[in-house]
């Protein structure tokens, strides 16, 4: 039983693409202060449920709620509300490329907080700084960077606000596996940092095992298994066991080649 | 019966796309005119809009000029009507010439840059990042191009009505031989302010429709690179076939008796 409450609480969710089902009433509960990585092979709905809950799509039914208030359903200023709370890193970083990487970092402290230039400048290369780059490459434009370092600045916006939430879409997909460390360790440190509540979606076991305290297995648009990260390797669950050791014949499998499973 | 199904599904699926953009530009009109308001976008939107659209549009008017002010000579000699070239270049200049021209040079230049600038944005999850920072992607990305391209269609248009008629004064005195005071009062003689205001009429129009229409297929685009490029060639498409349309329906409106 956990001592703290719950900040992000999931009931229910169905979304449907046409024909294709991706979430199917699918329930979960994330506490405060608590970093959860959502796993599961790729195409199964981690990044749709992500974008549910940030309000980038709308779930056909169900209920999210963040710190007891329903969302679904919030437009406008009532989202914006809401959204200010959160900060999100995205699987290609999402960067602004009209922007220079000081007002991408800044961009909600201007934008939504109504920062001044000068003050919001500041901040970003407090943030830049924060995660490894220096004051130098403030006034450098994305195409000017690495992936890696287009992550890194991803992670500084995602963080420049200090959200209670902080939301990580595929964190290491796209670099090397030095750089996926790095931006790892980064995640973890900021998380800290700011006491945040986190949700990371990720295939990637490594990072998930570095990132998370507790793990959620996805398959078949339900959260099949949730547990402690370092209870994944005993889990008893045939699909988890399955997914971290990448056997071919299995469920996860069957499900993706649209055959059923045995 | 196959047949007729396929045209009522082609009718159907119009009508549900003249739905969505028109919830489109209601939604990103009304955002227009609801705080919070971006000023340096705007800004920048009418330096891109207005400022470099002017060399182009300024060697379209001038050439629309010289080249009119030569046929209608060429013409009207056939019938001894040689003194109406400048009342006809000034009229066709400010009435049509200028805004059907201008508008159709604007959605090539900057209905394209719209649609592929939001598009990319679109595929690169960009305009999803805006609404996790709290930022209204229609009031920060579609709001201040509308206006922008409302404001500035109007101004390129009045400048090329000047490059235009001067294109016109050009050809007319130092190819054909017409004295300049002459050629300049007849030009003055016959205009009427309605010739003028109609055509900045149909600029704002024009302005309003290039941007909704870049707007619009950028920020619906999906698939990647194939995406953009699409939305990219529909917002042009669109963009010049409304431009025709509403030309004739506005100078219908102004002119008809």
């Known amino acids: ?262 | 019966m196959s047949f007729v199904a396929t045209i009522g599904r082609i009718f159907l699926s119009f009508l549900a796309s003249l739905g969505r953009l028109t919830i489109f530009a209601g939604l990103s009109a009304s955002h227009i005119v609801r705080p919070p308001y971006y000023p340096r976008l705007l800004l920048r939107q009418i330096i891109e809009i207005g400022y470099y659209s002017l060399p182009v549009i300024g060697l379209t008017a001038v050439f629309t000029g010289m080249v009119l002010a030569l046929q209608s000579y060429t013409g009207f000699a056939r019938f001894n009507a040689e003194g109406a070239v400048a009342t006809v270049v000034v009229l066709s200049i400010t009435r049509e010439l200028a805004p059907v021209l201008t508008g159709l040079m604007v959605a090539g230049r900057i209905g394209a840059a719209m649609a592929a600038e939001i598009g990319t944005m679109r595929v690169t999850e960009q305009i999803d990042a805006l609404s996790t920072l709290a930022t209204n992607p229609y009031k920060y990305l579609i709001a201040p191009r509308l206006l922008a391209a409302l404001i500035m269609l109007p101004c390129c248009v009045l400048i090329a009505d000047i490059i235009g008629v001067f294109g016109g004064y050009l050809v007319a005195v130092h190819k054909l031989g017409f004295n300049p005071a002459i050629y300049l009062k007849n030009s003055w003689q016959f205009l009427e302010l309605v010739d003028v205001v109609s055509g900045l009429v149909k600029a704002g129009v024009f302005g309003f429709l290039i941007a909704l229409m870049g707007c619009y297929h950028g920020f619906h685009s999906k698939g990647g690179a194939q995406g953009v490029g699409s939305a990219t060639t529909n917002a042009v498409v669109s963009a010049s076939i409304l431009i025709l349309g509403c030309n004739y329906l506005i100078t219908e409106a102004f002119f008809s008796r």
């Open chain 1, 1 to 262: 039983m956990n001592e703290h409450p719950v900040k992000i609480s999931l009931r229910g969710l169905t979304k449907s693409f046409g024909k294709k089902h991706v979430l199917r009433n699918l329930d979960l509960d994330i506490f405060q202060g608590d970093s959860v990585a959502i796993i599961g092979p790729s195409g199964t709905g981690k990044s749709v449920l992500l974008k549910n809950i940030v309000g980038i799509q709308t779930p056909d039914s169900g209920s999210i709620k963040i710190d007891s208030e329903e969302v679904v359903g919030l437009t406008g200023n009532a989202r914006d509300r809401v959204n200010r709370n959160l900060g999100m890193l995205f699987q290609g970083a999402a960067l602004f490329d009209s922007l220079p990487l000081w007002e991408n970092v800044s961009f909600g402290l201007m934008s939504a907080q109504g920062l001044s230039r000068s003050d919001a400048r500041q901040k970003a290369i407090e943030r830049l700084q924060q995660v490894g780059l220096d004051a130098g490459n403030a006034d450098r434009f994305p195409a000017d960077i690495s992936a890696g370092a287009q992550k890194r600045v991803g992670l500084a916006r995602a963080i420049a606000t200090k959200p209670e939430i902080l939301f990580f879409d595929e964190p290491t997909t796209g670099i090397d596996p030095v750089m996926g460390d790095v931006i790892n360790k980064l995640i973890v440190k900021c998380v800290k940092e700011l006491g945040a509540t986190a949700l990371t979606i990720t295939h990637d076991m490594e990072s998930a095992r570095r990132i998370a305290d507790k793990v959620a297995m996805m398959h078949a648009g339900k959260i099949v298994w949730v547990g402690d990260v370092d209870k994944i390797d005993d889990s008893g669950n045939e699909i988890v066991d399955q997914f971290i050791h990448g056997r071919l014949d299995s469920h996860i499998s069957n499900a993706r080649l649209g055959t059923s499973a045995a």
